[in-house]
């Protein structure tokens, strides 16, 4: 979960395109996934999120898929708008208790930038 | 959900001095977390801020630089002591949300250490 460089993945999609940002954990401990968006100049923001239980989950216009197998965790965004223009987190952590209770380790991050 | 205020939004700093972040939460929350955020950086956990006890440091953040008071449930401050060029960096407070079972994050602290 610790950041890996100074430079971030880009995803650059077309108003009213899908896109699809992946993500790879690292802890097969972990239980509990959140996808966040963080745009320029503020604190990240929930989106959605996931227990190890499922492995798909939709809200409005987002669905994560969970892959446990391969320990990976998608955010697909239906119909991209140029407001969803941002960086984007996968968050993990283990609620099953201990000392790792709601410790939040997250990905590196993916810029997504909408062209209208 | 849980509202969250962080303060001050942005800082610049010199070198050598201190700055104290403040956290102030809408409703009581057990859990409240401090991240770093480094430029064009992901997120890294410093601290679980405990309510009556000294907080819990993760690898690499110890208390003389980052010290951590949590007086009551509301409520928190970091301490960026003794600064220099490599603390600039945004510092976010997190809680555990109830509400809607995640975590929150206040808006964060801009900091820039010259």
């Known amino acids: 979960g610790e950041s890996v460089g100074l430079h971030l993945p880009t995803l650059s999609v077309q108003e009213g395109d899908n896109s699809i940002i992946n993500c790879a954990y690292s802890n097969s401990a972990s239980d509990y996934f959140i996808w966040y968006k963080q745009e320029s100049g503020k604190g990240p923001q929930f989106i959605i999120d996931i227990r190890s239980n499922m492995d798909k989950r939709q809200g409005q216009r987002v669905t994560v898929l969970l892959n446990k197998t391969v320990k990976h965790l998608s955010l697909q965004i239906a119909a991209t708008q140029p407001g969803d223009s941002a960086v984007y987190f996968c968050a993990e952590t283990a609620l099953g208790g201990g000392t790792s209770y709601g410790k939040l380790t997250f990905g590196q991050g993916t810029i997504l930038t909408v062209h209208p | 959900s849980a509202v969250i205020s962080q303060k001050p939004s942005r800082d610049i700093c010199q070198r050598g001095t201190s700055l104290t972040i403040q956290c102030q939460v809408d409703?009581?929350?057990?859990?409240m977390f401090w991240y770093r955020q480094q430029p064009g950086q992901s997120l890294t956990l410093i601290a679980t801020?405990?309510?009556?006890?000294?907080?819990?440091?993760e690898s690499g953040f110890v208390i003389d630089k980052f010290p951590i008071s949590r007086p009551n449930l509301t409520f928190s401050t970091l301490t960026v002591s003794n600064m220099s060029p490599e603390d600039s960096s945004i510092y976010l407070c997190s809680v555990e949300d109830l509400s809607k079972f995640g975590y929150t994050f206040g808006s964060g602290t801009r900091l820039t250490v010259v």
């Open positions: 801020a405990n309510q009556g006890s000294e907080a819990t440091y």
């Open positions: 409703s009581q929350v057990t859990m």
